[in-house]
């Protein structure tokens, strides 16, 4: 009689040595594990609700500054320095692990009203209301030293803005003309200027490292190629714009801040209309920083928050603020796009998560795995009523809550306004604009 | 002419002058800006004339004519140049076109920005270096000798004069090459670079082969090698028999290697695996006997055949079942195909048909075989028929199964029939007939009879399908099965069921249930409204019905609800009320990427947890959109590590990055030989 046995083969599981992990043998029958849908809204309801739970963005404050914060910048090559620069103009050395400030500079007369560092991270540069700009060794001097910088120009005019370029070592100021200097030289060895009087902010173009965009007191932001012996070209706004930055991983795009609370992504190649109006602000926005990814920015505002916009997304993902913080001057995105740095008037800067919910540190492989899963089921989740409900749920001051219902109320009473004169006036003659072509004036060739 | 001696005479007078006082100004350095007062030469204040050259032009007998009249023709034109364009228009002018060179710059940045949004997962920083193993170029050239160990390797390795880095060739050789005259040394050098050249070829070509996947291939060349070898072997009989009978030690030694292997017995996994198929598989059972083939043809003695054949067949008999190595049968005896049948079925039956059959076996072999087995079945069948009367159920059972098979069966027949029967004349025709007539036959009746048999309904397909009405309404067949021994008596059972019968005896759960339903239905149909004034504009009064084309317009019928969703299901009844406990959680609109709820919903459906699927895919499945390392500074996009062709000039580059097509075209025509 032939008896038939089950058997197994062993090397199913039998582990080769004891350190290996034990196999766990498991049936993916789907008649075994019902109710997929029901288990992972579940599951994704928790993980919403875990991540709000887990959502405390705050991690430091770096107090020392004698004045309200007026600019912070990063070093260029090492992720745990930063400086920041004070409107009675001092400038501060910070290193963010340990949380305190390793070096202070009275830079300036005065506000200081740029620093940038060189690309190299051997020295930076200051320009200040007394018309200087100062070049200083990122080294501290040694004890009893004075504090010197490497090298002072004085200007004609007083300099609100500086950058530096990507690899060379020229770098561009902005005061009633755009500069462009080389570090040798104590002369411009170029300056633009189109018919306005003052500039607020220039940066250069990461990525295209010629182009320069800066915002000028006539409502315009204009752009530059270093190469060519004019401006490019400008748009002009109904309203000015602060400072603006590029996106560091698509060349054309870049992002400003504007005074009529709302930021403007705009492609170069199209300026007539912007790519996205990002409106969140109940007042103006003072300053704008990429994420190094390029997918996001982040937002610093006269009504004391910042908030991080995904970059093609009208809308905010995220709002931070606390009680003591006050108008956010300066905003900054660390280049591990871990994390964001805030200085406000209030003489503080702060240090912020990227991810409000984010855990800090190394993960295990198995914790890893989980955040995935549950930014995947959040994700995958996010269009049922409670996911979403949980998951955009903020809290705000009351008074920025209340300004924010005004302002909803005034945006709508406009509407109505608007569509009551469309309605009565000839068909045609009061053209329907979208949100994005309101806002531009024109554009200047 | 007076005029132009007194231009004369004021230039002399200048050169004569002297200026004792006012000394030259030189240049000494260079700057950007030259003053006006360290350049200057006399008579810069004056204007110089046209007519002041051409006098001298005039003069000159060098000039040509033409050239003369030119100037001559320059100087009575009262013509003034256009005044060039102000400051602001040029200026426009020039900003327009710094524009459009930039806009077109950054444009090609567009295909790698679309596909970065495009990208299912983007790792920071980019362009990172690999963490895998690195090349051993790049290990040995940042190595360096640290301890003495390997300074005594190295010393020796270096002292020992051989080459260590793959070179051409050693000291020695480039030593006596150097000893040689120059035309000997020219010539051994054009010698071993042939060889080295053949070398590659050859071993790139033996690479290429090898790549080759194709098992029809490697056989033909086998064959063709083998075909080769003999070839050379007889001649070598012929010129060399010392190499020949080397040839032959070789050979005998494989022989012994594969009596001693059992590599070509069948007795392998695969031959195993084959064994199981070779019942059902042509191609498996040819292959096995390719194998006991090759055996046979290895083992063969290459001078004198001895008993040993034999002995290594029957060492071959164990392990392979016994139809593979069936003696071969005396109709065919050429016929490889005929050494594995599969049954030995009555002589007789065969002889029947083998007359029809015997013009087809000179032709294709194969085919010849087909039909064979062809023939077998469709006898079982026949003979099946033929006792038909008195079967019993078990056998009815077993015809259905059969009669069920053979769809799939035919087809796959039908498959290996094709092509290999050429029809070329009537006679083969016939014979085609022959073989498949029967079958034609067979094939409606087979199903015919089974569905009669089974549920004793007309033999339509359409009726086959369950009624899902009737399901409740009818009565199960009790199926019996006799060949399952039943532990339980007949008495045990009969009780059980009396006590269930009692226990239940005043339910009609099927009925009350269709009554329910029926209910439900009933209250969501619509019902019509009554909306007739009885009296109203005409007389009233008990007994007075209102009239009919009151009753018709007053009387509103609502549209029917949309069909029940268990309209269909009669064992079912499927609530369409909406819970507000649910609704909470349901999504109320169709969200924005999505086309329709289908979409929608199979988004949702498939899970993506580890409950229900393997690691792999879920870890594929939640891999992040953007993953950065912890630590690392991520640096903006280098334009040199993106867009390669920088070499080429700005504006060839622009014109190619605006046009795919046309680097396409291109590249295409580059290619083009």
């Known amino acids: 009689m032939k008896v038939k046995v089950l058997c197994r083969n062993p090397d199913d599981y039998v582990r080769e040595t004891t350190r290996d992990i034990q196999r766990v043998p498991r049936n993916y029958d789907p008649t075994l594990h019902p109710f997929e849908v029901p288990r992972e809204y579940t599951r994704a309801l928790n993980a919403t609700k875990l991540e709000r739970v887990f959502a405390k963005p705050f991690v430091a404050s770096l107090d020392g500054h004698r004045d309200g914060i007026s600019c912070i910048t990063k070093h260029a090559k090492s992720l745990s320095t930063i400086i920041s620069g004070a409107c009675d103009g001092e400038v501060k050395v910070w290193n963010l692990p340990r949380q305190e400030c390793l070096r202070t500079v009275q830079a300036h007369e005065g506000f200081v009203r740029g620093i940038c560092s060189r690309f190299c991270g051997t020295s930076f540069f200051t320009v200040g209301d007394d018309k200087t700009i100062k070049q200083w060794n990122w080294e501290a001097p040694g004890y009893g030293v004075r504090e010197e910088p490497i090298n002072t120009i004085l200007g004609k005019a007083v300099f609100t803005g500086i950058d530096h370029h990507q690899r060379e070592g020229t770098f561009v100021t902005c005061g009633q003309t755009v500069d462009i200097w080389d570090e040798q030289r104590s002369s411009p060895i170029r300056s633009f200027s189109w018919g306005v009087d003052s500039f607020s902010c220039v940066r250069y173009n990461p990525v295209e490292t010629e182009l320069l965009a800066s915002c000028a007191s006539d409502r315009s932001v204009v752009l530059y190629d270093t190469r060519e012996s004019a401006p490019l070209r400008k748009v002009i706004m109904q309203l000015r714009s602060n400072t603006l930055c590029w996106n560091p991983m698509e060349a054309y795009y870049f992002t400003c801040a504007n005074e009529d609370y709302n930021l403007y992504t705009y492609d170069i190649r199209h300026l007539d209309v912007p790519v996205t109006v990002h409106m969140d602000h109940v007042s103006a926005v003072l300053d704008v920083d990429y994420s190094p990814t390029g997918r996001e920015f982040v937002s610093a505002s006269f009504d004391k928050t910042i908030r991080i916009f995904p970059k093609d997304k009208g809308h905010s993902r995220e709002v931070y603020h606390t009680k003591r913080m006050q108008h956010v001057i300066c905003v900054r995105w660390s280049a591990d796009n871990k994390y964001v740095l805030s200085g406000s008037d209030e003489m503080n800067i702060r240090l912020w998560k990227a991810n409000a919910s984010e855990k800090l540190g190394l993960l295990s492989a198995r914790e890893k795995a989980a955040t995935h899963y549950n930014k995947k089921l959040i994700e995958k989740f996010q269009h049922h009523p409670q996911v979403r409900r949980i998951a955009r749920h903020r809290h705000l001051p009351g008074d920025i809550l209340k300004q924010k219902r005004e302002l909803r109320e005034m945006r709508e009473a406009r509407r109505r306004k608007e569509q009551n004169v469309r309605k009565h006036s000839k068909p045609g003659s009061v053209p329907l604009l979208t949100e994005k072509e309101k806002h531009v004036v024109a554009v200047v060739e | ?673």
């Open chain 2, 1 to 673: 002419m007076q005029n132009e001696n007194l231009v004369q005479i004021s230039f002399f007078n200048q050169l004569m002058l002297v200026h004792p006082r006012k000394k030259q100004n030189e240049r000494s350095e260079a700057s950007v800006q030259v003053s006006e007062y360290f350049v200057n030469a006399e008579g810069t204040g004056d204007k110089v004339n046209l007519s002041d050259l051409l006098g001298t032009v005039e003069k000159t007998s060098g000039a040509s004519n033409k050239t003369k009249k030119q100037l001559r023709n320059l100087q009575s034109s009262k013509e003034t140049l256009e005044l060039p364009l102000n400051k602001q228009q040029t200026e426009k002018i020039q900003r327009g076109i710094a524009y459009e060179k930039t806009t077109a710059e950054v444009s090609c940045w567009k295909n790698i920005i679309l596909q970065n949004q495009k990208a299912e997962q983007m790792v920071f920083p980019l362009n990172q270096e690999s963490s895998g193993p690195k090349r051993v170029e790049q290990v040995v050239a940042g190595w360096k000798v640290q301890t003495p160990l390997e300074q005594e390797i190295f010393r020796l390795l270096h002292g020992s004069r051989q080459p260590v880095n793959d070179p051409v060739l050693t000291p020695v050789e480039e030593q006596s090459l150097k000893a040689m005259s120059l035309e000997e040394a020219k010539i051994r050098r054009a010698e071993l670079q042939k060889a080295r050249a053949l070398q590659s070829y050859y071993e790139a070509k033996a690479k290429r082969e090898k790549k080759i996947k194709s098992k029809k291939y490697h056989k033909v060349q086998n064959k063709a090698k083998r075909k080769d070898f003999l070839k050379q072997f007889d001649e070598m009989v012929k010129t060399n028999p010392e190499g020949a009978l080397e040839e032959l030690k070789k050979m005998e030694l494989s022989r012994m290697e594969e009596r001693m292997s059992l590599k070509h017995q069948n007795s392998g996994k695969w031959a195993k695996s084959k064994a199981i198929m070779a019942k059902y598989d042509d191609s498996a059972r040819k292959a096995m006997q390719e194998q006991l083939q090759m055996n046979k043809d290895l083992t063969q003695k290459m001078v004198v055949p001895s008993d040993d054949e034999h002995e290594s067949i029957e060492e071959g008999l164990e392990t392979v079942p016994d139809f593979v190595n069936d003696p071969e049968t005396v109709i065919d005896p050429v016929n490889p195909w005929m050494r594995g049948q599969l049954t030995h079925e009555e002589p007789e039956r065969r002889t029947r048909k083998r007359k029809s059959l015997e013009n087809l076996k000179g032709r294709g072999k194969p085919a010849s075989e087909v039909v064979e087995e062809d023939v077998v079945e469709v006898s079982d069948k026949e003979e099946e028929e033929d006792e038909e009367e008195d079967v019993s159920e078990f056998n009815t059972l077993f015809r259905l199964m059969r009669s069920e098979k053979t769809p799939g069966e035919e087809d796959e027949e039908g498959l290996l029939s094709e092509g290999q029967i050429r029809v070329r004349s009537i006679e083969d025709l016939e014979v085609l007939d022959e073989v498949v007539e029967p079958r034609a036959i067979e094939e409606p009746s087979a199903p015919q009879t089974a569905a009669a048999e089974a549920t004793s309904e007309p033999p339509h397909k359409k009726k086959r399908e369950i009624n899902l009405k009737e399901v409740l309404t009818k009565e199960a067949k009790a199926v019996r099965l006799p060949f399952l021994p039943t532990v339980v008596d007949e008495e045990e059972r009969d009780e059980q069921i009396s006590i269930i019968k009692e226990a239940f005896a005043g339910d009609d759960v099927i009925s009350d249930f269709i009554k329910d339903k029926s209910r439900q239905e009933a209250a969501g149909r619509p019902a019509v409204v009554d909306l007739t004034l009885p009296g109203w504009g005409e007389w009233g009064g008990v007994g007075l019905k209102p009239p009919r084309w009151k009753r018709k317009r007053f009387r509103i019928k609502t549209a029917p609800p949309p069909p029940r969703q268990d309209q269909k299901l009669p064992d079912v009844i499927i609530s369409e009320k909406r819970t507000a406990s649910v609704a909470s959680h349901q999504v109320s609109q169709l969200p924005f990427p999505f086309q329709n709820t289908a979409q929608f919903e199979s988004s949702i459906r498939t899970p993506i947890g580890s409950t229900w699927n393997t690691q792999t895919v879920v870890k594929n499945m939640t891999k992040p959109k953007v993953v950065t390392k912890l630590g690392a500074i991520i640096e903006p996009m280098v334009k040199e590590d993106f867009i390669k062709s920088k070499t080429t000039s700005a504006g060839d580059l622009v014109f190619l990055s605006n046009c795919p097509e046309k680097i396409n075209f291109i590249i295409f025509f580059c290619c083009k030989p």
